[in-house]
């Protein structure tokens, strides 16, 4: 019943509660980018959703225009605090996880939910799926989700699979609540905002 009905109406729920906070994000945070590199204000990028569907995932984007993509050795998405690929409000909206707001939009049209796996990149980092990964596909993918209220960027590929797997497979209310409260923690406390 939660799986099926109850998640997608408290997602409904609290995006619609989150737009006006969305909103006036938005208008502060779109001048400055604007203003650093005359770039666009969203980075629009193809992601994984349900059931392997593609779907455009919404960002405020923190890096410089046509910036290069680039991965750690497990294929994890390189991050550190001097990347410079990020623009100088960019490291500001990824200190604060606020480059996500965005995916409000997504959540409303039902892409996504407010928790559950991270969207992978389609084709990249799929081929490192191992047997069984592909359980993460079975549930929307979240704004946050177990991975990144625990590890947040430090997390190796295998551990955020792990991590994916065991919420798709557990996906239950008081799961999302505790999710949703070590996430507030992580983001506040600007825990492992980098990987080392």
Known sequence: ???????????????????????????????LIKMEDKGPVFYNAPRLGRNGKIFKMFKFRSMKVNAPDLRNADGTTYNSEDDPRVTRIGKILRKTSLDETPQLLNV?????????????????????????????????????GYSQAYYRNSSTLDQRFDGDVFYAKNLSFLLD????????????????????
């Open 1 to 31: 019943m939660y799986r099926k009905y109850i998640k997608r109406l408290l997602s409904i729920v609290f995006s619609i509660i989150g737009l006006p906070f969305f909103l006036i994000i938005y208008l502060i945070v779109a001048p």
């Open 108 to 144: 409303l049209k039902g892409e996504m939910s407010f928790i559950g796996p991270r969207p992978d990149l389609p084709g990249s980092e799929t081929t490192t799926y191992r047997p069984g990964d592909i359980e993460k596909l079975k549930v929307n993918p979240g704004i946050t």
């Open 177 to 196: 609540l505790k999710i949703l409260l070590k996430t507030i923690k992580t983001v506040f406390t600007r825990k492992n905002v980098y990987r080392n």
